[in-house]
């Protein structure tokens, strides 16, 4: 395995292999907003909304299989830590675009 330390330049592919992996989420049809009027909509939007958790894990679990692929392992909490502030964005990102009606 590889030592965070040595992998820096990792940051970005993992970042954008992870977008990758969110927008493919994001378009499946499992987190697509079904199109309705009225009533119908609200329903539906609270249908959608209860599925944020999932989408949450599923990402958890993307971003954990982009770095087992990549052969990354932590020295330490805080390397695990600051990986995890810049992955932020984009899983916020993706949760923010699933809320949206």
Not at 13 to 37: C, F, G, H
Not at 38 to 48: A, P, R, V
Not at 68 to 75: A, C, G, I, P, T
């Amino acid at each position: 395995m590889i030592s965070f330390k040595t992998i820096d330049m990792k940051h970005e592919i993992i970042k954008k292999e992870l977008e990758v992996k969110a927008k493919r989420l994001l378009n499946s049809s499992k987190y697509t907003l079904k199109k309705t009027n009225g009533l119908d909509f609200f329903k539906e939007y609270g249908k959608h909304i209860k599925k944020a958790d999932q989408l949450g894990e599923e990402l958890t679990d993307a971003l954990n299989d982009i770095l087992k692929k990549q052969n990354v392992e932590f020295e330490n909490e805080l390397e695990k830590e600051e990986l995890l502030v810049e992955m932020r964005p984009v899983i916020l990102e993706a949760l923010q675009s699933f809320m949206k009606p």
